[in-house]
């Protein structure tokens, strides 16, 4: 999509644009006329009043909905013409305005056509958007950058949704050298053999039940000397459950299980291509999760790579034995600060609903620091408890571990997965967080984006990588 500034009035833009005027009238109002042989889309806002950033973001992202709807592939738009719709956003600057619409605009013309047949006429996106407003090198940098990090929430949402027979642990691990190349990036993927010598077993139980073997990739960026900020995103190319087999209810979409993976792959990418200034590495341990005569059963103990050993009592609470590999892995790179991405449990999507992922950790200032960016980027966060008294939950029987409570009960599911995962974290010596993206894995109603993957938490991320300080 091209997103261009223009010092021109909205009036004096080429008559192939459809011109956007926004209306304090009830939000989701949608009108097309014509004025002087000129067509206008008016759309509603809601209240000024009403109008904050979270509210903004949307609006953005209805714009290019409402646009589309109409199939109108160039629009131009002025949101300085009605300055009182945005009264209550005088505290952000045109420039963050700038680079928050620009994202949404890309976030919102994605659709994920990969395997459909186009048609004559094209898919249904906008092609170009000009915003009419005093332009400006920062408001310039603004727009670009915005753009940039949409286009990486959409390269994030792409791979997520691509089906589980073609995206396999190889081909995800061959997704993240496709997404360094021409980027000073580093990627090294470890095989089966390779993780059998390290002593990877969390991850090879997951992996055992699958004709498709597991793949341990590591993407390094170094834009600054330093401790690396290590981002660990859980890569399980489909989830069957493994012989705790998922109902019919629960196993579509499965495919998407790797959206950790995705969004910690796409966000190197991203700070690559951004320039900035810190030292990140990302680590994808990735498997397929399948029932068949060599899978790992009920009952059986793994020994992680750390040297613990765990209870397999759920095949399916497969997420955290990756990342508990994973987390144990980080420990080499000496790492300032490690944040976790994954879809680890249904019990967060319960908790939290479609609008949040759950945030855990022990860490407060970590934990403040996330929130306050989730707010200001769109990827909203919410912290749930993660107290000593839950860590009796999570010890074996016959091992030190269990992967789920052994008493198999349903409540806290979210936190049991987090004070399982901080089993190993503790022993990283610097601060940890998990976030769990399972409520924001697909779109949600009211998001105005496309059906499928969110591309969450891929805008927090970033965010948080240019602001982390040790």
């Known amino acids: 999509m091209k997103l261009t500034t ?33 067509e206008t889309i008016e759309l509603g806002t809601g209240k000024a009043a009403d109008m904050n950033q979270r509210r903004y973001i949307i609006l953005c992202r209805a714009i290019v909905q409402t646009a589309k709807q109409f199939k109108k592939r160039k629009i131009a738009l002025d949101f300085s013409k ?12 045109p420039e963050r305005l700038t680079e928050l619409a620009a994202e949404n605009f890309e976030m919102a013309n994605f659709e994920f ?27 310039e940098a603004a727009l670009k950058k915005g753009q940039v990090i949409g286009q990486a929430v959409n390269a994030t949402r792409a791979l997520s949704n691509t089906p589980g027979g073609e995206m396999t642990p190889r081909k995800l691990a061959k997704a993240a050298k496709d997404a360094a190349k021409g980027l000073p990036i580093t990627v090294t993927t470890l095989g089966k053999a390779q993780m059998e010598k390290l002593g990877m077993g969390a991850l090879l139980g997951v992996a055992a039940g699958s004709t498709e073997e597991p793949t341990f ?20 190319t489909f989830d069957s459950g493994g012989l705790n ?66 209870e397999v009592l759920n095949t399916d609470a497969e997420g ?14 000496n790492p300032g600060v490690v944040v976790d991405a994954a879809t680890l449990t249904g019990a967060a999507h319960v908790a939290l609903g479609d609008y949040a992922s759950g945030l855990l950790t022990r860490d407060d200032r970590l934990a403040q620091m996330l929130a306050d960016l989730g707010e ?12 000593d008294e839950y860590e009796p939950c999570i010890k074996g029987v016959f ?48 998001d105005e984006l496309a059906k499928g993957a969110a591309g969450a938490p891929v805008r927090l991320l970033i965010r948080f990588i240019e602001t982390w300080k040790a």
């Open 376 to 387: 200001e980027a769109g990827d909203y966060v919410w912290r749930l408890p993660m107290w």
């Open 245 to 310: 087999l998922k109902p019919t209810t629960s196993i579509y979409e499965m495919h998407m299980d790797m959206s950790g993976a995705s969004a910690v792959i796409h966000t190197v990418a991203l700070a690559a291509r951004l320039g900035v200034k810190k030292h990140v590495i990302g680590l994808i341990p990735s498997a397929e999760n399948m029932p068949s005569g060599s899978a790992t059963r009920p009952g059986d103990i793994l020994r992680s790579l750390s040297g613990k050993t765990i």
């Open 6 to 38: 223009s010092k021109k009035q909205l009036q004096d833009q080429p008559i192939s644009h459809t011109r956007i005027r926004l209306v304090a009238e009830d939000r989701g109002v949608k009108r097309l006329v014509r004025e002087n042989g000129v």
């Open 320 to 333: 955290r034995l990756v990342l508990a590999d994973a987390l144990t892995y980080a420990k080499r790179f």
């Open 399 to 446: 091992a030190d571990l269990a992967n789920i409570a052994p008493s198999n009960s349903r409540y806290g599911g979210a936190t049991e997965g987090g004070i399982f995962l901080w089993q190993f974290a503790k022993e990283l010596k610097c601060p940890w967080a998990h976030i769990d993206i399972a409520p924001r894995m697909t779109a949600a109603p009211g």
């Open 113 to 139: 056509t990969q395997f459909k047949t186009q048609p004559k006429e094209g898919f249904n996106e906008v092609e170009e958007i000009v915003l009419c407003s005093p332009s400006s090198k920062s408001i």
């Open 217 to 236: 990739t590591v993407m390094e960026y170094k834009g600054a000397a330093g401790k690396p900020i290590v981002l660990a995103g859980k890569g399980i």
């Open 82 to 93: 009605t300055p009182e719709l945005f009264k209550n956003l005088k505290d952000v600057t």
